[in-house]
């Protein structure tokens, strides 16, 4: 399975980026998927998750009621929609894939990674 990342960029704080992550390979309709990023110098942190149904969603304190996460089963793709995005933010973002969203939450290995895209936030 391989996963692709895309929809980084540099955008001004305030604004807005709509992340894609795409499988090919195998489809992940039956895992969980989610977001994690990683700034420069800090640890690697989790983001968002939603559960293979789609119904259920994760999100960490600090992108709460800013970031939303969906997923498209047919396109086998996985979204992150970033509002009033803050410097903070700035971060490569990794798409991954697990087998329930506890993997997510716990911290447990994802089965699978893609590439990350560079997010950058001016303030």
């Known amino acids: 399975v391989q996963l692709q990342a895309s929809g980084g960029g540099l955008v001004q704080a305030g604004g807005s980026l709509r992340l894609s992550c795409a499988a090919s390979?195998?489809?992940?309709?039956?895992?969980?998927l989610g977001w994690y990023r990683q700034a420069p110098g800090k640890d690697r942190e989790f983001v968002a998750a939603v559960a293979w149904s789609g119904v259920s969603t994760y999100y960490a304190d600090s992108v709460k009621g800013r970031f939303t996460i969906s997923r498209d089963v047919a396109k086998n793709t996985v979204y992150l929609q970033m509002n009033s995005l803050k410097p903070e933010d700035t971060a490569v973002y990794y798409c991954?894939?697990?087998?329930?969203?506890?993997?997510?939450?716990?911290?447990?290995?994802?089965?699978?990674w893609g590439k990350g895209t560079q997010v950058t936030v001016s303030s």
């Open positions: 390979g195998q489809t992940l309709s039956r895992y969980a």
């Open positions: 991954a894939a697990a087998k329930t969203e506890t993997y997510f939450l716990e911290g447990y290995g994802t089965d699978y």
